[in-house]
């Protein structure tokens, strides 16, 4: 079991921080709130409370013989502070300990995440920005604010982003130290596909897949939170979009190749720094498409029969097209069989694809599809093979990209 603090500062966004709370300990970690005075206006201690099992307070002069303000920084292998207004950043960043929060941040050694949330100006200002430099220089992690709604008619960067996010690239920052979420992608143009296309064949029925697109999700939502502008390539996905990521949904492989080619900026425009193919692009689709519900008819021997034609190839086109210094990453679910293991046709496909990187699933067995956690074998084009341990998808994505910074340099 690890041991979390959650800060949460005071701002209105502090009710989302109970429902990350829940999301914590749900995945069985031990949460201690430290709220800052400013933040209680907007939750109660009793809530926090009741979610975590842990005292709340808010102050170093509470249970002064537990040195409280020293402790709880020190046994904690994770500190998360959401929201952290610009207040909390300001106050972070000048080394304060006016209260207990900004006293655990102090005394802290394990890693630090902080989640902002404000006003669009306030988060513009170059006093923030420096704020964030200077944290974020220091080995914390500061993570984008989301894009939206804000207080009143107000909308732009400053949102929170939402429970779910937070918690899953607060796992990632337990599981692998700070580095993996470092802003390092600040300034990089990305594009991920994810999800699974679909070939209709009447007006009711599809060829389609059994991908959930969570991993591709997870690939987008680790990108933004490195700082890259993200663009997501969307297949019949029934997810949330991730936070600071811009989604551009399709359901067919012909729609899905024209999104990535145009946002990859394989046709001119802006072009894109990775694009990460982690669609499960059908490689057939119907001849044709009944313009009425194929009926089942009373003789059981008459069975219609679909001809298949075959779909463009998104990936080797990508490569064909691509921009000087452009990097493409591809995605292989293999099975084995008597030709040969996983691993040697996801060499032959990368050999025949001319990709970059191949991030290769093992999904024997149906592992991997709609699941949580996933592992993968990353092979390059130079022969080298990097094994992804099993973790969350998150876990894995921030895996992934570990294996392409290296290549962007």
Known sequence: ????????????????????????????????????????N?????????????????????????????RIGQSADLVVVAPATADLLARAAAGRADDLLTATLLTAHCPVVFVPAMHTEMWL?????????????????????????????????GRLPEPADVAALAQVALASGAGVLRADLT?????????????????????GNRSSGRQGFALARVAAARGAEVTLVAANVDLPAPFGVRVVPVGTAEELRAAVLAEAGSGGGVTADVVVMAA??????????????????????E??????????????????????????VGFAAETGDEAGDVLAHARAKLARKGCDLLVVNDVS???????????AVVLAADGSATEVPHGTKDAVAAGVWQTVLPRLA
């Open 365 to 375: 067995g149906g592992g991997v599809f709609g699941r949580p956690d996933n592992a």
């Open 303 to 328: 069975v219609p029969v679909v001809s298949l034609v075959r779909n463009p190839d998104v990936l080797a086109e990508l490569v064909t097209k691509r921009a000087p210094g452009q990097l493409v």
């Open 42 to 70: 907007f939750v109660g201690a009793a809530t926090f409370e009741a979610l975590s099992g842990n005292p709340v307070t808010t102050d170093v002069w509470s249970d002064v013989p537990e040195v409280a303000h020293v």
């Open 280 to 301: 499960a692009v059908a490689d057939f689709r119907p001849a044709t498409v009944a313009a009425t519900k194929l009926k089942k008819k009373d003789d059981p021997s």
């Open 187 to 207: 300034g990089r143009r990305v594009v991920v596909s994810a999800g699974g296309t679909r070939e209709p064949l009447d007006p009711v029925r599809y060829l």
């Open 1 to 40: 079991m690890s041991r979390i603090v959650l800060g949460v500062a005071g701002g209105v966004a502090a009710y989302k921080a109970a429902l990350l709370l829940r999301a914590l300990t749900e995945a069985g970690h031990d949460v201690r709130v430290v709220p800052t005075p400013g933040a209680l």
């Open 125 to 157: 200002h170059p006093a923030t920005q420096d704020n964030v430099a200077t944290l974020r220089r220091r080995g914390s992690i500061v993570l984008p604010p989301a894009v939206g709604r804000l207080t009143g008619p107000d909308s732009g960067p």
